[in-house]
């Protein structure tokens, strides 16, 4: 068994299975809504976020753990392992890479501990973390898990249609005239991944153009691994989309589940969106 101890943060969307099975850390994100802040998954989880979303007057937004909350979460780590690998969701969306590399500075020489950008989030940062502690586990010394994390960054892409457009005018994606038309005519903006920021690329109007769009989004990948397919209160489309990937690659993983609610920051509610893993 190897002895390389796996750190990642809350937003990549582990199940509590794979967390136990791999004996993973998870450090929680903190999510800033109105005049307080919760740990995600700690103080609130995805029922109770949405939940209080309800009743929100300004938009939540992520923030990253605390200094001390990495700190605390290596130097446990590090009584029983001199090897320890972190990663973390995109430092474009969030400063939980910045703060665990300072937290990492505090144990040098008494621990090595490898720090890593995913430039994802949510199941794509799970995606590289599981292949991370899979390949631990099989015994790979924390140079050659290294190794294949980077070169899984890459291949993780990310396609969501978001319904309210406040997130992305908020987060200067589309212009504030832009939002109010959109939302007048229910356009619906597609946000991707790209260099680990999320950026408007096109809109269509239609649930039905929407499931088209990320259906033929996913066509466009010659070499599939695996699939996330995302959603709240957007059971219906999800589940037609579902349906057209299960018989167009019956013999891929295609996890479903709702969305977290650091996704859920940037996204909004009610979005739809593809999380996919290509073989490189």
Partial sequence: ???????????????????ETYGIEVVPLRLRMGRKSYREGV?????????????????????????????????????????????????????ACQVARTAAATLRGR?????????????????????????????????????????IVPSIFLSFFVT???????????????????SMLGIKPMMEIREGGLVVMEKVLTSFDMIEKLFNYISEFAYLKEIALLQHQNTRDATALLEQLETAYPDLPIFTDTYEPTL???????????????EF
């Fill in 164 to 182: 309210d457009l406040a997130y992305p005018e908020r987060d200067d994606r589309i212009r504030h005239s832009q939002a109010i038309l959109g």
């Fill in 264 to 278: 859920a920051t940037y996204v909004g509610p009610r979005a739809l969106g593809v999380i996919v893993r290509e």
């Fill in 43 to 95: 103080d609130l989880d995805t029922h109770e976020y949405f939940q209080k979303l309800e009743s929100l007057k300004t938009l939540p937004t992520s923030q990253e753990p605390l200094l001390q909350d990495f700190v605390d979460t290596y130097h446990k780590l590090s009584r029983g392992s001199d090897q320890i690998l972190s990663i973390h969701i995109s430092s474009r969306l969030n400063g």
């Fill in 111 to 151: 621990t090595q501990i490898t720090v890593i950008d995913s430039e994802t989030i949510s199941r794509g940062l799970g995606m590289i973390v599981l292949s991370a502690a899979k390949a631990a586990a099989d015994g790979a010394d924390i140079q050659e898990v290294s190794r294949l994390v980077r070169g």
């Fill in 1 to 19: 068994m190897s002895n390389i101890r796996i750190v990642t943060d809350s937003s990549a969307h582990l199940t509590r299975q794979e967390i």
